[in-house]
Every structure is written in C-alpha cells, then in structure tokens.
C-alpha cells in the first residue's frame, strides 16, 4: 500500500451539494505536506481535518500545499488552511493569474460562459441552471499568494519519491501533474481519473492561439501512454493501478464519442446543446456546460477536418458533409 511503502495517504472528501468526492493526498515527508485541497467551507474542513487525524495530523501541521489546477474543488481552502499553518502555497506557472486573483476571474468566466452557452444552442432555463451551479461553487474558493511557481520540467521530494512536474492541458490549459518517474506513480488531479475528465473551454482565459481543450487533452493522454505512467493518484475516486492503459481506455472513449457526434449529424442543422441532449440523456442539468465544452471541441475538430460545416451564428447549427 501507498500509506506503508511511502506514507502517503488519500483522504476522500465527498459533497452532497455537487455530487462528487474530492480527493486530498496527505504526504508525511519532508514536511507536512497536502496535494490538493478541498472547497472552502467548514463541512469539508471537518472532513479534511478527520482524515489526517488518522494519520496522527493536524491542519494546524501542514506546512506545504501543492495544487494541481485552479478549480474551486482542488485549491479552495489553500488560503484558509495556510492562515491557519503557515503552510506555503505551491501552483503552476501558467495558471498563476487564476490563483492571484480567483474573483476577479471567475467573474470574466461567467460572462464568457453564459454567451458560450447560448451561442451554441442552451436555452435561457438551462443557463440559469448553470449559472446557479457556478454561483454556489465559486464562493468555496480564494485567492491565493504562492510561495512558488512551479514550472515543466520542476523537481521536488515527497517522502523517498522525486517527482517532475509536467504540463498536461486540457481539462484546463494549466493542469499539471507530479510525475516520479523511476518508480511510475503521479499525482494526476483532474487530468487522469476513474471518469473521463471534460476537456473545458475557457474563454475568457485567452491561451495559446488556435487552442482546442480537446485536442490538448488528447496529446497529454497520449503523452501519459509513452511515459508508461502506472499508478496514478486522481483528483477524484479510486487510485489508478495502471495510468497508461486509463489513458487509453479514455482515448478510445474519445474516439467512439466523436463518431457519435458524426451519426447525429446525419440529421442536419442541430446545435451542439440538441447533441448533447440526445448524446448524454441523463445528464445532470448544471454539467451542460461540462457536455458542451465538449462537444463543440469535437465539433471544431471535426469542422477543421472537413466532415461537418456550421450554418450561421445565433446559434450554431452543424451539419454533416
């Protein structure tokens, strides 16, 4: 087991409010240290505080957080535990603005998010779902001042392990994750998981020109297959025994959903959000724009390999050629 070979220890953190289970990884050596935090309330404080209890610790006793991307679920107590420890605050270079000034941000996001939505076909009822579903959640995160940023090709100590910090964009562009790679193990944040992660667009964060989250996605995927990443300690459910072969599981998902996206096509001039719902029937009304970040990245990519064209603008409709 991780806890006894290197003294790491998962610490589950589930919500009811957001139907997930956040995963914090408590680390004993050099220094008390956490990878990743959960959001900025006290139910999930309490929660955090239990699982180190176990392992003989405080929140009081950490003196180090390092954060895998700056989502309100992986970063939003760094502040409150850090005024509480002194812990510092490590986070990627690349996403630094997100992490300084979190409110500011999320406020240009929203924005974005709601004129994404309804240019790709959401009604006014759907983006006021998710518009509630954000409200709640970005409360539950603080702007942080990092002690370090850290950039591709970084090394650090945890317990007897050396981890390289690597760039692996797509979920976010600035999502990173910590490699040992002699020994194969990583901490993957939302990059590699027992769900496969949606690729989010972000519009207001204005990356690389010609940016496509999915496309991304698909290189870092492909990126953790050559590496030969075994056991990967995800953002969220269960640790993963072989990181490569998940990578590939995902890739093949990827795949078959994108052919998907092209039978519904057959029927012309839908929009991404009637894709959607006939795609993921079940899906949870405030994740559409998890669904649509998608979808219009498959779309994109499937527009620039001459397969579909869109029919005008407000909103986009895509046909099949």
Not at 51 to 57: F, I, M, Q, S, V
Not at 126 to 145: G, H, I, W
Not at 184 to 212: C, E, H, M, W
Request: glycine letters at 8%; proline letters at 6%.
């Amino acid at each position: 087991m991780l806890r006894d070979e290197y003294g790491i220890h998962k610490i589950a953190i589930a919500s009811r409010m957001f139907g997930f289970v956040v995963n914090s990884f408590f680390v004993e050596r050099p220094c008390p240290t956490l990878i990743d935090v959960p959001p900025d309330e006290q139910i999930y404080l309490d929660k955090l505080q239990a699982g180190l209890g176990k392992a003989g610790y405080s929140l009081r006793d950490i003196e180090r957080i390092i954060i895998t991307h700056p989502h309100f679920d992986h970063f939003g107590a760094a502040r409150t535990i850090a005024g509480m420890s002194g812990a510092e605050i490590w986070v990627g270079e690349k996403g630094i603005q997100w992490f300084l000034d979190f409110e500011k941000e999320i406020h240009a996001e929203e924005v974005g998010r709601r004129a994404f939505l309804l240019q790709w076909g959401a009604g006014d009822d759907e983006v006021r779902v998710v518009d509630d579903y954000y409200r709640r959640a970005n409360p539950l995160a603080k702007s942080v001042e990092p002690a370090r940023r850290l950039r591709e090709g970084d090394l650090f100590d945890l317990s007897t392990l050396v981890f390289t910090v690597a760039s692996v964009p797509g979920h976010t562009p600035w999502c990173i994750l910590f490699h040992d790679v002699e020994n194969r193990i990583a901490f993957s944040g939302d990059f590699l998981q027992t769900v496969t992660s949606n690729p989010l667009i972000q519009r207001n964060a204005k990356p690389l020109p010609l940016y496509n989250s999915l496309r991304s996605y698909i290189g870092s995927l492909e990126a953790a297959c050559e590496a030969g990443l075994q056991i990967a300690l995800p953002g969220h459910g269960e640790i993963i025994a072989d990181g490569s072969e998940r990578a590939r599981h995902i890739l093949a998902v990827i795949s078959r959903r994108r052919k998907a996206i092209l039978r519904l096509l057959k029927k012309p001039g839908q929009t991404p959000a009637e894709i959607s719902r006939r795609l993921f029937p079940d899906l949870l009304p405030g994740r559409l724009f998890n669904a649509l970040s998608e979808i219009t990245a498959h779309l994109e990519i499937l527009e620039e390999g001459s397969l579909v064209r869109r029919v005008g603008d407000n909103p986009v409709r895509f046909s099949a050629l």
